[in-house]
Nanobody, 117 residues
């Protein structure tokens, strides 16, 4: 329903920062919420953060105080600001979009974040 393109991943030392971006295109008017998930090697995919259409945000306890989700005024780009990164934050980070009146969820292709110790 929408196309999601992530960017901003890379290699960073522990304690450093990265900002991920997710640009949405297509049927964006139906988006109800956007978010970020991550999947580390050998682990299940886990939820990281969500921002709803009214601007409400929520982040997982594991990243609270270090990560923040935001968006631009056009509501077509969502950001994940990641500070005080730890090696355990190493994962592929995926952007998601949820839709009104639908249980479907679109996913981006993912962007790799690697935090070295």
């Amino acid at each position: 329903q929408v196309q999601l393109v992530e960017s901003g991943g890379g290699l960073v030392q522990a304690g450093g920062s990265l900002r991920l971006s997710c640009a949405a295109s297509g049927n964006i008017l139906r988006i109800n919420a956007m978010g970020w998930y991550r999947q580390a090697p050998g682990k299940q995919r886990e939820w990281v953060a969500t921002i709803t259409s009214d601007g409400s945000t929520n982040v997982a306890d594991s990243v609270k105080g270090r990560f923040a989700i935001s968006r631009d005024n056009s509501k077509t780009t969502v950001y994940l600001q990641m500070n005080s990164l730890k090696p355990e934050d190493t994962a592929v980070y995926y952007c998601t979009a949820d839709f009104r009146y639908s249980i479907s969820r679109d996913w981006g292709q993912g962007t790799q974040v690697t935090v070295s110790s």
